[in-house]
């Protein structure tokens, strides 16, 4: 069966420090991969999608990145915290092909930039 | 890209009503369309999905209906409990493409 890991699963961090979060899956291959950030528990924000390894779209304009090196690990990077990066970020799955199929969400991270 | 707008914000009923999340989506191409449900402080979690090539889908207390026409999508839950307090999404997905979520609805479901 497939399984999503995402940690860590609460982070404080100081204004202008660097940020890495992690999420990688098990049981599937070549999935598609997504960033979601996630305030004030409403609206899911797409903030990076990515179909393969080194493949990165970024949806939003901001001082996140995100990269994908190996197949089944999605990172997301900051060099620099802003306050306004606090939030609930999701990491997400999907199968790739042609019948789209449910996503798999990984227990989140909530930022606390402060 | 996709676009897809939920109404609903809030939605406040009685124990035992039925509730009603309207989406819309901008791209006639897509072709897929779950909605998950997100308890507070968990991720979100697929509760029914609707593919283009169907106009109706049930299960259970909840179902969904798709106009393809009018590019636009429904969630119904009737006889509300308690248990469906959440936020829920709606989310349309373009063939290979990337889903897009709602903005969500906060369902208050009153005793």
């Known amino acids: 069966s497939q399984t999503i890991h995402q940690w860590p699963a609460t982070l404080v961090q100081p204004v202008g420090s660097p940020l890495s979060l992690e999420c990688t899956v098990e049981g599937t291959s070549n999935p598609n991969l997504y960033w979601y950030r996630q305030a004030a528990g409403r609206g899911l924000q797409l903030l990076f999608y990515s179909v393969g390894i080194g493949q990165i779209s970024s949806e939003v304009p901001q001082n996140l990145s995100a990269s994908r090196p190996q197949d089944r690990q999605f990172i997301l990077s900051s060099k620099k915290l802003l306050l306004s990066d606090s939030g609930f970020y999701l990491c997400?799955?999907?199968?790739?092909?042609?019948?789209?199929?449910?996503?798999?969400f990984g227990q989140g991270t909530r930022l606390t930039v402060v | 890209g996709e676009n897809v707008e939920q109404h609903p914000s809030t939605l406040s009923v009685q124990e035992g009503d039925s509730a009603v999340i309207k989406c819309t989506y901008s791209d006639s191409a897509s072709n897929y369309f779950p909605w998950y449900k997100q308890e507070l402080g968990k991720r979100p979690q697929l509760i029914i999905d609707?593919?283009?090539?169907?106009g109706e889908k049930k299960d259970q207390r909840i179902a969904v209906t798709l106009n393809k026409t009018a590019k636009h999508f429904s969630l119904h839950i009737t006889e509300t409990q308690p248990e469906d307090s959440a936020v829920y999404f709606c989310a349309a997905s373009l063939p290979y493409g990337k889903l897009t979520f709602g903005q969500g609805t906060i369902l208050t479901v009153h005793p």
């Open positions: 997400a799955w999907t199968r790739q092909g042609t019948m789209n199929t449910e996503a798999f």
């Open positions: 609707i593919r283009s090539n169907v």
